[in-house]
């Protein structure tokens, strides 16, 4: 059994914390406004469940989830995520995050600016390429034909093992890419982004994925 921590709890983070929970994972929740506010999904979820602050989730955590508006990256909690695998689960929307220099000119990438907010953590970038509702609904058993596949790109080897297997569970295949700076070929206005793919055809299609510069 795993902890994972959620830093942020809204549609992605609480639809994944459903699929922890059903896997016998326990789930310790956040958001920005206060473990109170969590009150209605933590008694959906159950025993397993429970609202802490964004430090004590992922202090908590065996495995943490950072599924915040990108614009507050700033906030998420850095020494007790230290030596951690970090899922993030982010896309850049300048009309929500405001324009970010770095992204618009492309020499870095989302995950990459999470992982340099958290330079001793092991950010892996997934869940970010389809909808929230979709996570609890496409899933299926391995091996099934045509079973829905999500890309997992990061830098090191055993956290994007790590998420794969987290992938596998939760009844998706996993197409690993890396390293983390490959994350762009499944970012927003890819081929990929919410497209339902097979391992295949997601495989196509991150290899067919262009810069914005060059679209």
């Known amino acids: 059994m ?27 929740l956040s958001n920005s406004r206060g473990p109170e506010t969590l009150s209605d999904l933590v008694a959906e979820l159950g025993p397993h469940a429970r609202a802490a602050t964004p430090a004590e989730a992922a202090q908590a955590a065996d495995l943490a989830v950072v599924t915040i508006p990108l614009k507050a990256i700033d906030t998420v909690p850095v020494e007790p995520l230290a030596g951690k695998v970090v899922i993030d689960t982010n896309n850049y929307y300048p009309s929500r995050d405001g324009q970010i ?28 390429h389809i909808m929230a509702s979709q996570l609890t609904t496409d899933g299926q058993p391995a091996g099934t034909p045509g079973r829905r596949a999500l890309a997992v790109a990061g830098d090191d080897a055993d956290a994007r093992a790590t998420v794969t297997r ?30 339902r793919e097979t391992a295949e055809s997601l495989r196509a299609d991150l290899a067919a994925a262009k810069r914005y510069r060059d679209m």
């Open 2 to 28: 795993t902890t994972i921590g959620f830093i942020g709890s809204g549609r992605i983070g609480s639809q994944l914390a459903r699929l922890a929970v059903a896997q016998g994972h326990d789930v310790v």
């Open 101 to 128: 220099e770095a992204l618009d000119s492309e020499e870095t990438t989302v995950s990459e600016l999470l992982q340099q907010h958290l330079p001793t953590s092991k950010v892996v970038k997934a869940f970010n």
């Open 166 to 195: 987290l992938l596998d569970s939760f009844g998706f295949d996993a197409v690993e890419v890396s390293p983390l700076s490959e994350g762009w070929r499944y970012q927003r206005d890819t081929p990929a982004y919410v497209t």
